[in-house]
């Protein structure tokens, strides 16, 4: 992935934070589909954090030798038939499905769109329709981190406030009643929209896990909050660092 | 030709709100005897030569594995039509 120069403080805050080294080896991978907008912001996320980006094309059949897997939002495949459900069957996704629920749990987050495409994957249960008052919304959203035992949560407080952006279509979060119950009652709702809620989503969710936690999902966009000066005003702007610094922790934790 | 016709509906428990939208809509253009809206998709597959069950099956598989999504729609039609 080309490198892009580092702005802000957090440069400085990951290189000197303790581990840094170790964290540097860590593999991200992060993958593009046609019609795919963040996989740069959520590459340069991923270095941020302290860890090595790795570019995954979604046609290709490997997902070589990273430690983890972003699926960054955007409108892949122009959101025809439904958003995610196109992208859901390319190559790389089959490798993914694979990965996330082999004995190794590869961690994998979606972020937006790779929300939708894990939900339609069926890694995530339930699904994303439109927003209940049928527009484009973009605005500085509060969340609450509700569990911080996933692979991408675990650098957060429970029950930690965090700022970060939130721009959707799509993305009423709905669930038969009976999920629904069954998600908050294995913890598996991971963060709840405070405040207020942008898109009618059932309970308030703004993403959930799969029950071994590897896999996590959410329509806010935490890679858009990572650097000091070009995230939400509210808050440090940089509330979303959390979670590449959480996943690169874990694995680091489990490659002692 | 002959063509396949795959209907999709969003599921009966879930609020449709495009559908929603459409049934505002409608009274100020006048049309007021209607009082819900839901809005579903229509496929149609087109196939070269005879619809044979095998194709029709291939159709019916389609419609529940890419053309809809079983959490949210329903797959209420599939039916061939000759060109």
């Known amino acids: 992935m080309t490198e892009l120069p580092l702005i802000g403080e957090a440069v400085a805050v990951a290189a000197n934070a303790p581990g840094a080294r170790k964290l540097a080896g860590a593999k991200i991978g992060v993958v593009t589909f046609p019609g795919t907008l963040d996989d740069r912001d959520a590459a340069r996320a991923v270095r941020l954090a302290g860890a090595t980006p790795v570019e995954l094309w979604h046609a290709g059949t490997t997902l070589g030798d990273v430690d983890a897997v972003v699926i ?68 500085d959203q509060v969340l609450r981190v509700e569990n911080n035992t996933t692979a991408w949560t675990g650098d957060y407080a429970a029950g930690q406030e965090i700022t970060v952006p939130l721009k959707n279509q799509d993305g009423q979060y709905i669930a038969d009643e009976k999920t629904l119950d069954a998600l908050e009652a294995e913890g598996r709702v991971v963060f709840r929209y405070v405040g207020f809620n942008p898109n009618g989503s059932r309970r308030d969710i703004a993403g959930i896990s799969n029950a071994a ?44 | 030709m002959p063509r396949i016709v795959v209907d999709v509906m969003p599921k009966p428990e879930i609020l449709d709100p495009q559908g929603k939208a459409i049934v505002g809509a409608l009274p100020r253009l006048g049309f007021t005897a209607f009082s819900s809206v839901r809005q579903g998709k229509r496929f149609e597959l087109t196939v070269d030569g005879e619809v044979t069950e095998e194709i029709l099956a291939q159709a019916r598989d389609a419609a529940e594995t890419l053309l809809s999504n079983p959490v949210i729609e329903d797959v209420v039609n599939v039916e061939v039509v000759e060109a």
């Open chain 1, 72 to 139: 960054p939002g955007g409108f892949s495949y122009g959101d025809y038939l439904r958003a995610g459900a196109i992208a859901r069957f390319a190559p790389l996704m089959s490798k993914i499905i694979d990965a996330a629920n082999s004995e190794a749990k590869l961690p994998v987050l979606g972020i937006c769109n790779g929300f939708q495409i894990l939900t339609e994957s069926h890694l995530l249960p339930g699904s994303m329709i439109k927003n209940d008052h049928l527009k484009f919304m973009c605005r």
């Open chain 1, 213 to 256: 936690g590897n896999v996590v999902g959410l329509m806010p966009h935490p890679e858009h909050a990572v650097e000091a000066g070009f995230g939400p005003e509210l808050g440090s702007g940089t509330e979303g660092l959390g979670f590449f610094t959480s996943v690169l922790n874990k694995i680091v934790g489990d490659n002692k």
